[in-house]
């Protein structure tokens, strides 16, 4: 698993997560970006100076940074940012449940972004995964936002023919499981050593499919407390949820 390293470099860490945060949630002031690191102005400016030079930040006509063009991808939908804002209490609250580190995820076609980690405080853990993109089939919480899709969906994602790697046919039977069963497992299919149980996020949005997920070394997997596990995670899509069609009527 690959976990902050022991050698860690702040200063280089904060740079890839500003540029993380650009590509996924748009553009960020200096103010933002300072208080979202918990640095001073002064060095948040320095880190987005640097991103600019190196074309990964870009200056707007607001004077907000904003992604460059080495950061080019398809566009996070909108709501990206404030699914993030809404969803990290209830991620804290997860994982200090349940003692494992709680991600959430975006469906990207036929991927999934990490927008929103939580840590746990063990020793032997899983580490933030916020900005890394995996393949949808593979991760737990992509699998059962692919499960919220009809089959017609899920084969537009992938094509005609699928790529060679994914048997469609199958991976269809399992989102019929995982619909079933409301949860989704990962064991050891994106990291050795990694089990991860996940499950979908009603987000009241079609264009927007989220998926939440519980992530542990598999040493402390254990087959009894899956259903545990899971009412943990569905109460807090639940909760998730919740806040979300509030937040929309209260917009509204």
């Known amino acids: 698993m690959e976990n902050r390293p022991v050698y ?5 860490d904060h740079a890839l997560r500003l540029a993380t945060i650009l590509q996924q949630e748009g553009p960020l002031r200096v103010s933002e970006a300072a208080e979202r690191l918990g640095v001073a102005r002064s060095t948040a400016h320095r880190l987005l100076t640097m991103l600019v030079y190196r074309d990964f930040a870009a200056r707007d006509a607001q004077r907000r940074y904003v992604a460059g063009p080495v950061l080019h991808t398809p566009a996070v939908p909108e709501p990206v940012a404030e699914l993030r804002q809404v969803a990290l209490p ?3 609250d997860l994982t200090e449940r349940t003692a494992e580190t709680s991600h959430l995820g975006v469906l990207v076609a036929d991927r999934v972004r990490f927008v929103a980690s939580v840590e746990c405080d063990q020793v032997l853990r899983v580490g933030d995964r916020e900005g890394r ?4 089939h ?7 936002a692919l499960a919220t899709l009809e089959p ?3 084969r537009a994602r992938y094509g005609e023919p699928a790529p060679a790697d994914v048997d469609l046919d199958q991976l269809l039977r399992d989102l019929g499981r995982v ?3 409301g949860y989704a497992l990962n064991q050891q299919l994106t990291e050795t050593g990694l089990t991860a149980i996940g ?3 009603d987000t009241g949005s079609g264009a927007l499919r989220v998926g939440l997920s519980l992530a542990m070394p598999t040493a402390r997997y254990r087959r009894d407390r899956v259903g545990e596990w899971t009412r943990s995670i569905t109460a807090t899509a639940a909760a998730i949820s919740r806040d979300l ?3 929309a009527g209260l917009a509204g």
């Open 133 to 136: 993109v995996l393949p949808a």
């Open 138 to 144: 593979l991760a737990s919480l992509g699998r059962a």
């Open 152 to 154: 017609d969906a899920v």
């Open 245 to 247: 069609h509030l937040n």
């Open 199 to 201: 499950c979908a996020v």
């Open 179 to 181: 619909r079933r069963q």
């Open 90 to 92: 209830h991620l804290h």
């Open 8 to 12: 860690g470099i702040n200063s280089v």
